[in-house]
C-alpha cells in the first residue's frame, strides 16, 4: 500500500518494502495492473514506528493530477472521521474502512491512534502504507502502520501523520494543501461507487456461502440484496448533479455513505458468521491443516472456522516468503520484517486473575488460548483440551472474593448435574494457583455462535423466515429449558439477552450463575433487576415460575421493541408477551411448557402469513370441530327451499348468533377437574338430569352449560346462565378452599361468551371472546369466534363501521386460515366476506383451498359452486360466465363422485335443479337478450339442454322437478302438492 506523490514518487512503509531493489505497485482505483518503483535515499527505519516510512520512485511516472493532496492540520480534534482503503487476506480485493481519530500515541505523541468507527470492519495486517483521508476534504492525513507482532485490541489502527512524515522528509513539504478543498461531487460519487462494487461482492460471497453450506437442506435462503438499491440511489444523486451543479446536500451524501457503510458491516458480519458455521469456499485449507506462516513458526492449526487458533489468521494458500523472523499478511508481494510498537498490555484492575495465552491448567489437561470476557462472578477464556481435541471454555472466580467464588461453585453444581440441549454443559472442576492464590474454575462447553442480541442486525433475504417468528421460536427454545430447571425445583433468575447465544444446534443458555435453588437456605437469589418484576420480588422474596416466565417475556419483548409494529402476526405475539408481563399474576401463565405451546403457534401464524405452509397441528385447549359455521352455505339447498319462490338464490351463509353459541367447538375439559374423567362419559341430554348423575365441579357446571345452549333451535338462555352462575360460584368456593388450580379462569370467559350470543347479545360476546383471545393468543377457535362477532356487527351498521368490522373479521379469518387450513369455518368466513365485496372468484378459490383431508371437504366443493350462483344484493346477479363456472364445477363434483357416491341420488337431483332455475332465473332477468354461446360444453347441453334456450332450460328443469315430485311424494301430500305448483310455474308455456 502507498500513497502517489507528485506523479513520481509513491510513499509507503519501509518494513513493506524491506530490502528490495525494486518493487511492484498497484493502484486501487487508478491506472489498471502493476507498476515498477524504486527506493530512494531515504528509506526510514521499521524498528521505529514514527521512522517506519520509505519513499519510492516510478519507474514510468504518472501525470501529477494523479496524486493525492498532502494535510498537516495543527491538531486533529478527538473523534475526527477519517477513512482508508486498503487490502489484505481477509479482504483481497479492497475494503474501505471508516475510522474516528482516538488521540497521539507512541513515543513522544509521533503516532496516531485510530479505532474502527464500525463493528464488523477492521483495519487488519496489510493496510500499511494505506492513505489515512480526511472524511470531508479527503486530502492525506497520513499512513497507517500496522503488524502481525502489535498486540491491540481489535478495532485498534495507528497511522504516521503528514506532520511526523514531514518531520523525516522536509522535501515532502511542496506537496502539501494549506486549505484541501472539500471533495467534489464528482469524486464522492467515484469513492461511492468503489464502495457500492465492494457491497456488491460481499454480497455475491454471502450468497455463496449459504449454498455451500445449506445446499443438501431444506434452508438454502438468499441475503437480502442491497447492492441494486445503493445503485440506484447513486444515480439519482449524478443524476441531479448534472442537471442542476451543487443541488446534492453535504450531509445528504454523508448519510448514504453511512447507510452505506452500515450494508457492508452487516454483510461481511454475515459472512464470518457463516464461515464460524462452517461454510468454506470450494479451495479451503481443511480444518487441523498446520498454518505455513512463518511468524507462526508451526504452532498453530487452522481450526474448524477458517483461521489459525494461534495466530488467528487465515491460511496462506501459497508458501510462505523467506525473509524475516516474522512476516505480515500484507496485500502486496513484499515481505516484512517486525516492527515493535507500543502495546495494550491488557492488564486489568489489581487482583483480577490473568492467564497468558500458553499457559496450561487443570493439572495441565488445558492449554489458555486467549481471553474472552469479563462477567460479573468470573472471567472467560477461549482454552484447548490436547486430549480430547476440543475447544473448552474456562470461567475463573474473580479477585479470589468469596462471594464469587461460592456463586461459581455452585454454578459448576448445576452444570454438572443438568443436562439439557438448551443448557450449557460443564465437564470439569478444579483449582489452579493464580498469584500464589488458588482460583476455581470450571470447565465448560466451547458454543460457537452470536449472543441473541445480534441477532437483528444480521442481513435476511426474501426467504428467509420473518425475524419476528425467527425471535420467538428462540423463545420456544428458552422456555424448554426452562420448563426443565422448574422441573427439577429450580429457578432462573439471571435472563437476559446477553446470556443466550444461537450457535448452529439452537439456542444455548450460556450463564448457569443465575440458577437458584430454594432448597439451599444459605443461598440467597441475584435477580438481573430490569429483566425481573421487582416490586413482586420484594413482596415474595423469592423467584417464581411467574418471574421466571416474566424475564423470558422481558428477553423477548427487548428483541422484537426495534421491530416494526405492522408486521404480522405482531398483535398475537403481543398479547402473549402482555400476558407473562401481566401484573396480575393470576392471568399469567401457570408453567413455561403453556406459554411455550402459545408461543410455538404464534410462530405458526406468523409463518403462515408470510407465506410458510404450515402442518396441521390439533389444539389442546378445544375439542375438535364438528361444524362448518356456514349456515348451509356448503350443503346442497334443501328441498323446502322450493316452496318459495327465489329462496334458492339468496344467503351469504352467516350463521345465526344462536347457531354459533350452538356450533362453536367446547373447550376441553380440564384434566384437573374433579369430574373430569366422568365427564367423558356422559351421554344424557338433559342438563338437569347430568347435574343431578356428578357432584358439583366447574367442569360439570359448564357442560350443563352448553347442553341447555344446545336445546333445539330456540336455547335455553335462562337455564344456561343458571348453570354459568353456579359454575361462577364453585370455582369461587374452591379457591376459598385452595382446590382450585391455578391460571385464569378464560373457560368461564368463554362460556360468557357463548351465552351472550344465544341472546342476541353481541357485544358483550365480542368482550368475552376478546378476553379469551388475550389469554390463549395462539389459539384459532377464539379468533373465529371473534370474526363471526365482527361480521354480525359489521351486517348491523353502515358506512365506516362496517367496513372497520368487516376488516378485522377478515383479519381473524385469514390467520387461522393461512396457519392450519383449518377450520373451515374460517374459509367460509373469508369466502362470505369475499361475497359481500363482490369478488366471486375469490370466494371460489379460498374454498378451493380446503384440503382433500378435511372433513369440510365436501362442504367447500359445494360451496365453491353455490357462490356463483348467489345474488350479492343490488344489481350484482350471476353472469352467464358465472352460471357456466357453476356448471363445470358441478360435472366435476358428480363426475368425482361416480364411485365415491357420497351424494345420493336425491341430493344428486336438487344440485342439477338449482344449476337449471339459476340459468332460467338469468334468462329471464334480461327479457331474453342474454344468450349462452352457440359452441357449449357436452355437459352444459345435457343439464340446459340444445340448442341451449330458455325453452330448452323449462324442459330440463321440468323433468328435475319430477324427479323432486317424487321426493316430496315421500314426506307429505303438502309438501308434494306445493312442489308441483312449482313445477307449473317454472315448465314451459304449453296449451293443454
Same mark, same amino acid.
Given at each position: 500500500m502507498g500513497v502517489l506523490l507528485g506523479g513520481e514518487f509513491v510513499l509507503s512503509c519501509a518494513h513493506v518494502v524491506g530490502e528490495r531493489d525494486e518493487v511492484r505497485v498497484a493502484f486501487s482505483f487508478g491506472e489498471p495492473g502493476e507498476f515498477r518503483a524504486r527506493p530512494t535515499e531515504f528509506v526510514g527505519s521499521a524498528e521505529d514506528g514514527s521512522r517506519d516510512i520509505a519513499l519510492l520512485?516510478?519507474?514510468?511516472?504518472?501525470?501529477? *493530477?494523479?496524486?493525492?493532496?498532502?494535510?498537516?492540520?495543527?491538531?486533529? =480534534?478527538p473523534r475526527a472521521r477519517v477513512r482508508c482503503h486498503g487490502h489484505s487476506g481477509n479482504y483481497p480485493d479492497g475494503m474501505w474502512i471508516n475510522l474516528r481519530v482516538d488521540g497521539p500515541a507512541g513515543p513522544g505523541g509521533r503516532l496516531v491512534q485510530l479505532s474502527t468507527s464500525s463493528f464488523c470492519r477492521n483495519v487488519e495486517r496489510g493496510f500499511s502504507g494505506a492513505a489515512v483521508l480526511d472524511g470531508q476534504s479527503g486530502a492525506v492525513l497520513g499512513i497507517v502502520v500496522q503488524k502481525a507482532a502489535d498486540q491491540h485490541a481489535q478495532g485498534v489502527a495507528w497511522m504516521i501523520p503528514v506532520g511526523t512524515i514531514f518531520d523525516r522528509l522536509p522535501e515532502l513539504r511542496s506537496a502539501a494543501a494549506e486549505n484541501p478543498p472539500v471533495r467534489s461531487p464528482s469524486v464522492r460519487f467515484g469513492q461511492l461507487a468503489a464502495q457500492i462494487g465492494e457491497l456488491r461482492d460481499a454480497e455475491d460471497e454471502v450468497a455463496r456461502l449459504r449454498w455451500l453450506l445449506f445446499r443438501d437442506t431444506s434452508t438454502v435462503t438468499l441475503p437480502q440484496r442491497n447492492y441494486n438499491a445503493s445503485r440506484i440511489a447513486l444515480a439519482g444523486f449524478r443524476g441531479r448533479e448534472e442537471e442542476n451543479p451543487g443541488s446534492v446536500p453535504v450531509e445528504e451524501l454523508d448519510a448514504f455513505e453511512r447507510e452505506l457503510a452500515d450494508a457492508l458491516d452487516l454483510v461481511v458480519a454475515e459472512r464470518r458468521r457463516l464461515e464460524e458455521i462452517g461454510a468454506r469456499s470450494p479451495g479451503s485449507v481443511p480444518a487441523g491443516t498446520p498454518c505455513r506462516r512463518l511468524d507462526c513458526q508451526g504452532r498453530g492449526s487452522i481450526d474448524e472456522t477458517g483461521y489459525c487458533d494461534t495466530c488467528a489468521r487465515r491460511p496462506v494458500t501459497e508458501g510462505p516468503v523467506p525473509d524475516g523472523e516474522e512476516t505480515w499478511n500484507c496485500a502486496g508481494i513484499v515481505p516484512l520484517p517486525v516492527l515493535r510498537f507500543p502495546k495494550d498490555t491488557g492488564e486489568s484492575s489489581p487482583g483480577t486473575p490473568r492467564l497468558r495465552p500458553g499457559t496450561r491448567v487443570g493439572a495441565k489437561k488445558y492449554e489458555i488460548r486467549r481471553f474472552l470476557a469479563k462477567g460479573g462472578f468470573g472471567r472467560i477464556y477461549l482454552a484447548h483440551d490436547p486430549g480430547l481435541q476440543r475447544k473448552v471454555v474456562l470461567k475463573a472466580s474473580i479477585d479470589q472474593d468469596e462471594q464469587a467464588a461460592r456463586i461459581l461453585r455452585a454454578e459448576a453444581w448445576h452444570l454438572t448435574r443438568l443436562t439439557h440441549d438448551n443448557l450449557l454443559s460443564a465437564h470439569d472442576f478444579f483449582q489452579h494457583p493464580v498469584d500464589g492464590e488458588p482460583v476455581d474454575f470450571i470447565a465448560m462447553d466451547y458454543v460457537e455462535g452470536v449472543a441473541l442480541t445480534e441477532v437483528a442486525k444480521l442481513p435476511r433475504g426474501p426467504r428467509d423466515s420473518p425475524l419476528l417468528a425467527e425471535i420467538l421460536a428462540y423463545g420456544c427454545e428458552i422456555l424448554a429449558a426452562i420448563e426443565y430447571l422448574h422441573r427439577q425445583d429450580l429457578y432462573y433468575t439471571d435472563m437476559k439477552p446477553a446470556n443466550v447465544m444461537r450457535s448452529s444446534r439452537g439456542i444455548v443458555i450460556v450463564d448457569l450463575a443465575g440458577v437458584w435453588d430454594p432448597r439451599r437456605a444459605n443461598e440467597k437469589p441475584q435477580l438481573t433487576r430490569t429483566f425481573y418484576p421487582e416490586q413482586e420480588f420484594r413482596t415474595t422474596g423469592r423467584p417464581s415460575v411467574g418471574t421466571d416466565l416474566?424475564? &423470558?417475556?422481558?428477553?423477548?419483548?427487548?428483541?422484537?421493541?426495534?421491530?416494526?409494529?405492522?408486521? @404480522?402476526?405482531?398483535?398475537?405475539?403481543?398479547?402473549? %408477551?402482555?400476558?407473562?408481563?401481566?401484573?396480575?399474576?393470576?392471568?399469567?401463565?401457570? *408453567?413455561?411448557?403453556?406459554?411455550?405451546?402459545?408461543?410455538?403457534?404464534?410462530?405458526?401464524?406468523?409463518?403462515?402469513?408470510? @407465506?410458510?405452509?404450515?402442518?396441521?397441528?390439533? *389444539?389442546?385447549?378445544f375439542e375438535p370441530v364438528?361444524?362448518?359455521?356456514?349456515?348451509?352455505?356448503?350443503?346442497?339447498? =334443501?328441498?323446502? *327451499?322450493?316452496?318459495?319462490?327465489?329462496?334458492?338464490?339468496?344467503?351469504?351463509?352467516?350463521?345465526?348468533?344462536?347457531?354459533?353459541?350452538?356450533?362453536? =367447538?367446547?373447550?376441553? &375439559?380440564?384434566?384437573?377437574?374433579?369430574?373430569?374423567?366422568?365427564?367423558?362419559? &356422559?351421554?344424557?341430554?338433559?342438563?338437569?338430569?347430568?347435574?343431578?348423575? %356428578?357432584?358439583?365441579? &366447574?367442569?360439570?357446571?359448564?357442560k350443563a352449560c352448553r347442553m341447555a345452549l344446545a336445546q333445539g333451535d330456540r336455547p335455553d338462555v335462562a337455564g344456561a346462565r343458571e348453570s354459568l352462575d353456579a359454575a361462577q360460584a364453585q370455582r369461587h368456593s374452591d379457591e376459598v378452599q385452595g382446590k382450585q388450580t391455578p391460571g385464569p379462569a378464560w373457560r368461564l370467559d368463554w362460556h360468557e361468551g357463548l351465552v351472550a350470543l344465544a341472546a342476541g347479545e353481541i357485544g358483550t360476546a365480542l368482550r368475552h371472546f376478546t378476553e379469551v383471545r388475550a389469554i390463549l393468543p395462539g389459539e384459532a377457535i377464539p379468533k373465529v369466534a371473534l370474526g363471526l362477532c365482527h361480521e354480525h356487527l359489521g351486517e348491523g351498521a353502515t358506512g365506516k363501521e362496517a367496513k372497520t368490522a368487516f376488516k378485522v373479521a377478515r383479519s381473524c379469518y385469514l390467520a387461522v386460515w393461512q396457519r392450519?387450513?383449518?377450520?373451515?369455518?374460517?374459509?367460509?368466513?373469508?369466502?362470505?366476506?369475499?361475497?359481500?365485496?363482490?369478488?366471486?372468484d375469490a370466494a371460489a378459490k379460498v374454498l378451493d383451498e380446503v384440503p382433500a383431508v378435511s372433513r369440510q371437504y365436501d362442504a367447500a366443493r359445494i360451496a365453491a359452486i353455490r357462490v356463483h350462483l348467489l345474488w350479492l344484493g343490488g344489481t350484482d346477479w350471476p353472469s352467464v360466465a358465472d352460471v357456466r363456472t357453476a356448471a363445470r364445477r358441478a360435472e366435476e363434483v358428480l363426475r368425482a363422485d361416480s364411485e365415491l357416491r357420497r351424494y345420493d341420488a336425491d341430493t344428486r337431483d336438487r344440485l342439477v335443479a338449482w344449476l337449471q332455475r339459476s340459468a332460467l332465473a338469468l334468462v329471464e332477468r334480461s327479457g331474453g337478450t342474454v344468450r349462452f354461446p352457440a359452441q357449449v360444453e357436452p355437459h352444459e347441453k345435457e343439464l340446459f339442454g340444445d340448442p341451449l334456450t330458455e325453452r330448452g332450460i323449462r324442459r330440463r328443469l321440468e323433468r328435475s322437478l319430477e324427479a323432486l315430485a317424487s321426493q316430496a311424494r315421500r314426506r307429505s301430500p303438502a309438501e308434494l302438492s306445493a312442489l308441483l305448483d312449482r313445477k307449473n310455474e317454472l315448465r314451459p308455456m304449453t296449451w293443454w
Amino acid at each position: 500500500m502507498g500513497v502517489l506523490l507528485g506523479g513520481e514518487f509513491v510513499l509507503s512503509c519501509a518494513h513493506v518494502v524491506g530490502e528490495r531493489d525494486e518493487v511492484r505497485v498497484a493502484f486501487s482505483f487508478g491506472e489498471p495492473g502493476e507498476f515498477r518503483a524504486r527506493p530512494t535515499e531515504f528509506v526510514g527505519s521499521a524498528e521505529d514506528g514514527s521512522r517506519d516510512i520509505a519513499l519510492l520512485r516510478l519507474v514510468e511516472p504518472f501525470p501529477t *493530477s494523479w496524486s493525492a493532496p498532502l494535510a498537516a492540520p495543527a491538531e486533529l =480534534p478527538p473523534r475526527a472521521r477519517v477513512r482508508c482503503h486498503g487490502h489484505s487476506g481477509n479482504y483481497p480485493d479492497g475494503m474501505w474502512i471508516n475510522l474516528r481519530v482516538d488521540g497521539p500515541a507512541g513515543p513522544g505523541g509521533r503516532l496516531v491512534q485510530l479505532s474502527t468507527s464500525s463493528f464488523c470492519r477492521n483495519v487488519e495486517r496489510g493496510f500499511s502504507g494505506a492513505a489515512v483521508l480526511d472524511g470531508q476534504s479527503g486530502a492525506v492525513l497520513g499512513i497507517v502502520v500496522q503488524k502481525a507482532a502489535d498486540q491491540h485490541a481489535q478495532g485498534v489502527a495507528w497511522m504516521i501523520p503528514v506532520g511526523t512524515i514531514f518531520d523525516r522528509l522536509p522535501e515532502l513539504r511542496s506537496a502539501a494543501a494549506e486549505n484541501p478543498p472539500v471533495r467534489s461531487p464528482s469524486v464522492r460519487f467515484g469513492q461511492l461507487a468503489a464502495q457500492i462494487g465492494e457491497l456488491r461482492d460481499a454480497e455475491d460471497e454471502v450468497a455463496r456461502l449459504r449454498w455451500l453450506l445449506f445446499r443438501d437442506t431444506s434452508t438454502v435462503t438468499l441475503p437480502q440484496r442491497n447492492y441494486n438499491a445503493s445503485r440506484i440511489a447513486l444515480a439519482g444523486f449524478r443524476g441531479r448533479e448534472e442537471e442542476n451543479p451543487g443541488s446534492v446536500p453535504v450531509e445528504e451524501l454523508d448519510a448514504f455513505e453511512r447507510e452505506l457503510a452500515d450494508a457492508l458491516d452487516l454483510v461481511v458480519a454475515e459472512r464470518r458468521r457463516l464461515e464460524e458455521i462452517g461454510a468454506r469456499s470450494p479451495g479451503s485449507v481443511p480444518a487441523g491443516t498446520p498454518c505455513r506462516r512463518l511468524d507462526c513458526q508451526g504452532r498453530g492449526s487452522i481450526d474448524e472456522t477458517g483461521y489459525c487458533d494461534t495466530c488467528a489468521r487465515r491460511p496462506v494458500t501459497e508458501g510462505p516468503v523467506p525473509d524475516g523472523e516474522e512476516t505480515w499478511n500484507c496485500a502486496g508481494i513484499v515481505p516484512l520484517p517486525v516492527l515493535r510498537f507500543p502495546k495494550d498490555t491488557g492488564e486489568s484492575s489489581p487482583g483480577t486473575p490473568r492467564l497468558r495465552p500458553g499457559t496450561r491448567v487443570g493439572a495441565k489437561k488445558y492449554e489458555i488460548r486467549r481471553f474472552l470476557a469479563k462477567g460479573g462472578f468470573g472471567r472467560i477464556y477461549l482454552a484447548h483440551d490436547p486430549g480430547l481435541q476440543r475447544k473448552v471454555v474456562l470461567k475463573a472466580s474473580i479477585d479470589q472474593d468469596e462471594q464469587a467464588a461460592r456463586i461459581l461453585r455452585a454454578e459448576a453444581w448445576h452444570l454438572t448435574r443438568l443436562t439439557h440441549d438448551n443448557l450449557l454443559s460443564a465437564h470439569d472442576f478444579f483449582q489452579h494457583p493464580v498469584d500464589g492464590e488458588p482460583v476455581d474454575f470450571i470447565a465448560m462447553d466451547y458454543v460457537e455462535g452470536v449472543a441473541l442480541t445480534e441477532v437483528a442486525k444480521l442481513p435476511r433475504g426474501p426467504r428467509d423466515s420473518p425475524l419476528l417468528a425467527e425471535i420467538l421460536a428462540y423463545g420456544c427454545e428458552i422456555l424448554a429449558a426452562i420448563e426443565y430447571l422448574h422441573r427439577q425445583d429450580l429457578y432462573y433468575t439471571d435472563m437476559k439477552p446477553a446470556n443466550v447465544m444461537r450457535s448452529s444446534r439452537g439456542i444455548v443458555i450460556v450463564d448457569l450463575a443465575g440458577v437458584w435453588d430454594p432448597r439451599r437456605a444459605n443461598e440467597k437469589p441475584q435477580l438481573t433487576r430490569t429483566f425481573y418484576p421487582e416490586q413482586e420480588f420484594r413482596t415474595t422474596g423469592r423467584p417464581s415460575v411467574g418471574t421466571d416466565l416474566y424475564a &423470558v417475556a422481558r428477553t423477548l419483548t427487548e428483541l422484537i421493541r426495534p421491530l416494526p409494529g405492522s408486521d @404480522g402476526g405482531m398483535d398475537s405475539a403481543q398479547r402473549v %408477551l402482555d400476558r407473562a408481563l401481566g401484573l396480575d399474576t393470576s392471568r399469567r401463565f401457570s *408453567s413455561a411448557a403453556e406459554m411455550a405451546d402459545q408461543l410455538r403457534r404464534v410462530v405458526r401464524e406468523i409463518m403462515a402469513l408470510h @407465506g410458510f405452509e404450515q402442518p396441521l397441528e390439533p *389444539s389442546y385447549h378445544f375439542e375438535p370441530v364438528t361444524s362448518d359455521l356456514d349456515h348451509g352455505l356448503g350443503v346442497v339447498p =334443501p328441498l323446502e *327451499s322450493w316452496w318459495r319462490s327465489g329462496a334458492e338464490l339468496v344467503g351469504f351463509g352467516l350463521p345465526s348468533p344462536q347457531k354459533i353459541a350452538r356450533e362453536l =367447538p367446547a373447550p376441553r &375439559v380440564d384434566p384437573r377437574d374433579r369430574n373430569a374423567a366422568n365427564l367423558s362419559r &356422559v351421554t344424557g341430554s338433559d342438563f338437569r338430569r347430568l347435574t343431578t348423575m %356428578l357432584p358439583d365441579s &366447574v367442569e360439570s357446571r359448564l357442560k350443563a352449560c352448553r347442553m341447555a345452549l344446545a336445546q333445539g333451535d330456540r336455547p335455553d338462555v335462562a337455564g344456561a346462565r343458571e348453570s354459568l352462575d353456579a359454575a361462577q360460584a364453585q370455582r369461587h368456593s374452591d379457591e376459598v378452599q385452595g382446590k382450585q388450580t391455578p391460571g385464569p379462569a378464560w373457560r368461564l370467559d368463554w362460556h360468557e361468551g357463548l351465552v351472550a350470543l344465544a341472546a342476541g347479545e353481541i357485544g358483550t360476546a365480542l368482550r368475552h371472546f376478546t378476553e379469551v383471545r388475550a389469554i390463549l393468543p395462539g389459539e384459532a377457535i377464539p379468533k373465529v369466534a371473534l370474526g363471526l362477532c365482527h361480521e354480525h356487527l359489521g351486517e348491523g351498521a353502515t358506512g365506516k363501521e362496517a367496513k372497520t368490522a368487516f376488516k378485522v373479521a377478515r383479519s381473524c379469518y385469514l390467520a387461522v386460515w393461512q396457519r392450519d387450513r383449518a377450520p373451515a369455518g374460517a374459509a367460509f368466513g373469508l369466502a362470505r366476506l369475499f361475497l359481500r365485496a363482490g369478488r366471486r372468484d375469490a370466494a371460489a378459490k379460498v374454498l378451493d383451498e380446503v384440503p382433500a383431508v378435511s372433513r369440510q371437504y365436501d362442504a367447500a366443493r359445494i360451496a365453491a359452486i353455490r357462490v356463483h350462483l348467489l345474488w350479492l344484493g343490488g344489481t350484482d346477479w350471476p353472469s352467464v360466465a358465472d352460471v357456466r363456472t357453476a356448471a363445470r364445477r358441478a360435472e366435476e363434483v358428480l363426475r368425482a363422485d361416480s364411485e365415491l357416491r357420497r351424494y345420493d341420488a336425491d341430493t344428486r337431483d336438487r344440485l342439477v335443479a338449482w344449476l337449471q332455475r339459476s340459468a332460467l332465473a338469468l334468462v329471464e332477468r334480461s327479457g331474453g337478450t342474454v344468450r349462452f354461446p352457440a359452441q357449449v360444453e357436452p355437459h352444459e347441453k345435457e343439464l340446459f339442454g340444445d340448442p341451449l334456450t330458455e325453452r330448452g332450460i323449462r324442459r330440463r328443469l321440468e323433468r328435475s322437478l319430477e324427479a323432486l315430485a317424487s321426493q316430496a311424494r315421500r314426506r307429505s301430500p303438502a309438501e308434494l302438492s306445493a312442489l308441483l305448483d312449482r313445477k307449473n310455474e317454472l315448465r314451459p308455456m304449453t296449451w293443454w
